[in-house]
């Protein structure tokens, strides 16, 4: 007679929206492409994302990071508390180094994008649609683009923060 100890059958459930899934990713890349902490140190061929980790004083250092095949987690530290005494980060090195061997003969996936985006100017201050005012707030430039899913487009809602009067300055 048969007997089932465990029963480990995958059950798949969407915990956050595929735009926000796609937001996180995007940003999370830039770790490595944007300038972040890990710029330049991704694997090469893939599409990864990850977040860099220092406790006060160095003392622990971290990665996460993933790409659409694997995630791994690393930690370096010692038992009791000391300094670590490294002009990068050792977990990023260990990461990098067994997540290149496990990508090796591997195609680039990507990260699927759920649906079409467009680019929007918007004013950094309030997030809406950047108005001819915005440009001229005394601190300097307060528009930025990004790129955004329809369902989060700012339509027809210009800055309220930067108008004619909020311009002007004594």
């Known amino acids: 007679q048969e007997v089932t100890l465990v029963d480990n059958t995958l059950e798949r459930e969407q915990v956050i929206k595929p735009t926000t899934a796609w937001y996180m990713n995007d940003m999370l890349q830039g770790v490595f492409t944007g300038g972040g902490t890990a710029y330049g140190l991704g694997i090469k061929g893939q599409h990864a994302a990850g977040k860099t980790g220092t406790t006060s004083d160095n003392k622990d250092r971290w990665f996460v990071g993933y790409t659409p095949y694997y995630t791994a987690a690393v930690w370096t530290g010692y038992d009791r508390n000391t300094k670590i005494k490294a002009d990068n980060n050792p977990a990023l090195a260990l990461w990098k180094q067994v997540m290149t061997k496990l990508h090796e003969g591997l195609p680039d996936k990507g990260y699927e ?58």
């Open 113 to 170: 994008c759920p649906s079409e985006m467009r680019t929007l100017t918007y004013c950094r201050d309030s997030g809406l649609l950047a108005n001819e005012w915005c440009k001229l707030d005394p601190r300097g430039n307060r528009t930025a683009s990004g790129s955004v899913f329809p369902e989060d487009y700012p339509e027809n809602k210009p800055c309220t923060v930067h108008t004619a009067e909020s311009t002007v300055t004594v």
